[in-house]
Structure formats: C-alpha cells, structure tokens
C-alpha cells in the first residue's frame, strides 16, 4: 500500500489496519488529525511532521515510532506506549499524556506546555528535564 492508501485505512478502520499493517509504514507528513485511533497498533511507524493535532491515541502503541517534529497538540495519548519513541522536536502542547509509557523516549526539544503527565512513566528519558524547563519560559 501506498501512504495514501495507509492512511485512509487508519482513518476508516484501525481494526483492520492493526491486521494489515506492515513492519515499518512510512507516514512522514500525514494529515490525520481529530482523528480517532485508539488502540492503533503504530509501533516502527514513520511519523516525522505529521499532523496528530487533536487525536485520540488512548491505549495506542507507538512504541519505537518516530514522531520527530509531529504536532501532537491536544491529542489524547492517555495510555499510549511511548516505549522508544522518537518526540524530538514535537509539539506536544496541551497533550493528555498521563498514564502513557515513556521509557527510553526522546523528548528533546519537545514543547512540553500545558501537557498532563501524570502517573506516566519516566525511565531513561532523554530531554525530559531540559524540555520542560524550556517550556515553562
């Protein structure tokens, strides 16, 4: 499938995009947002300058994604795996994401402002402290 096609499917039916999805899927500069996809399996995916504004990631997999300078502002990532995930440069303004799994993320230079992350999960973050810092200015 092509990006096009990959993102239709992920828009219309994430049931059968998690059946069909492929190892590693190219999605740099996809348009998804409001958006819902919960429970999306985008784990390895390719996400770099994607719109994600104001989507429903709760309970989605994005573990080792990269989500380098995605606009990831207001979406919900309540329990979302951030396991390995590539945030560098993200705009994660006023982002939901509490309860998510961060270990080993990146999070330089992500605009961190108004983001709850509450009960999240903080290990071997990369970023994290210089990030919020630079967000609170």
Known sequence: ?????????????????????EETIDLRGASLSDANLSHADLRNVDLRNANLRNVDLRYA??????????????????????????????????????????????????DLSGVDLSRAIFRAVQGYRRTALRSEN
């Not at 092509?2 to 059946?19: A, I, P, R």
């Not at 300078?69 to 979302?80: C, E, G, H, M, Q």
């Not at 945030?87 to 993320?105: F, I, Q, T």
């Open 1 to 21: 499938m092509n990006k096009q096609e990959w993102v239709k499917l992920l828009k219309t039916d994430v049931k059968m995009f998690n059946e069909t999805r």
């Open 61 to 110: 997999n994005l573990r080792n994604a990269d989500l380098s300078r995605a606009d990831l502002s207001y979406a919900n990532l309540r329990n979302a795996n951030l396991r390995n995930a590539d945030l560098r440069g993200a705009d994660l303004r006023d982002a939901d994401l509490s309860d998510v799994d961060l270990r080993n993320a990146d999070l330089r230079n992500a």
